[in-house]
């Protein structure tokens, strides 16, 4: 055999070691690679530029909340505490002075969206008894907050209600009304409503899911629509398919069928329904096993809030399983499994051979992609898979829930801030950062090659 030879094998063998491996079906085993995905995540988060202020991601404000809901999924199954720190100073230094998650340093070029992920990790928080710091303000009161701040925004200018994507008119995606905004607080009002059984949640969650259904954004056939516009009055549609807009309606139907006792058929019907579209996420490439987000994975154009989704898709369900536990859930289950196997073959990249590729479907074939978004991701589907080995939660009031409820969290809803100017430099420093990674990967392989010859 060619010397380049034996060091090419031996450099693919290494690349194989190096990935992490998963047994679905062993809990110590999830344990394990889960703790070695979400170390490598906060790493990322350690080395940010912004680290002077905690809980702000460098070009994003969004994905932390984002990732703190994952952080705390991962500390309730494993418990594992060593990040509790940190996500307790950064989710109390983002709750705004207002405690509903709109800081002003941020608020001008926010979303709905935006601001509902902040909520729901709050809410996620209070579900799983995540501790709180006394004289802060309880988790459930800060999703609350966010609920009191989001309910004002409903808009009747057009297409007869509907939150818009952004909060400013003078944001692009003011005039849109998108499904992750709306099926965003849709969630959060449904697990508010399981949480303190207070039906004002539950209303709001059955007139957003019914107004929605009015619109592309969740058609009768359940086909979800990403956007639709305000002068079309919402009956166009931008229609890339992106797992998390599935899942957070997929979720909050969820929560809906358990509050009301599985007494009303059209919650279960939406769940199920909306599963039946999600197949598309799990594409041939994969044998109809492994998730990817289709729209942007194929063609290799996920940007970093796209790569974030499956986490979404994945960990939300997994939780939803505990509370919705009929056939229907167990088969998605199911394909989170070979999802997360197939995700920690993914996990081959960087010096240290552990770092996490965003593409499932190519296996143990690195696809050369590394960041905090891929480590989510990653960490998001063994949440999911762990969750069966836990006895019980989500909690509520009812149940074991030790988060106190205040209806009247937040207290500034609206309008007290005006714009400011936005600058987007942090956005082409990651970048940066993440293309010096990649020379300096392909800079090791080439030199192996060579070397050997
Ligand atoms: C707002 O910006 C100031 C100045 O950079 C910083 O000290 C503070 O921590 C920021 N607050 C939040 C909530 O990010
Ligand atoms: C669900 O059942 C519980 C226990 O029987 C009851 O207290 C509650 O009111 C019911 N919820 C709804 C929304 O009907
Ligand atoms: C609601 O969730 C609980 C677990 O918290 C479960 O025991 C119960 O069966 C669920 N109710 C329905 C209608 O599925
Ligand atoms: C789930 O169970 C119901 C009856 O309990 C059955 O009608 C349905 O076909 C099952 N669905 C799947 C996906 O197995
Ligand atoms: C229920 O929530 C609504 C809306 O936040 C609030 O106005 C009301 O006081 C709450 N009711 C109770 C009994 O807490």
New binding site residues.
Partial sequence: MPRWLTTLLTFLLLQNALAIEVNPEDETSLKNAAKTVATTMVDYYNARDSKAIPGKFDGTWWEGGSMFMTLIQYWYLTGDSQFNDAIQEGMYWQKGDDNDFFPSNYSQYLGNDDQVFWGLAAITAGELNFPERSGEPSWISLA?GVF?GQIPRWDMTACNGGLRWQIWPYQDGYNLKNAISNGGLFQLSARLALYTK?A?YAEWAEKIWDWSHSTPLLRKTWVIADTTTNAANCKDHGDHQWTYNYATYIMGAGYMHNYTNGTEGKWLEGVTGLLKTSEQFFPKSGDHQIISDITCEPIDMCDRNQKTFKTYFTSWIGFMSLIVPTNVTAEVMGKFKASAVAAGQQCSGGSDGKHCGIRWTMKSEWDGTMGLEQQMSVLGVLNAVMVPFTADGPYNADNGGKSKSD?HGGSNPEGSTGPAPITSGDRVGAGILTAVFVLVWVGAISWMLVGGK
């Fill in positions: 609350e009191n207070n004002t209806p």
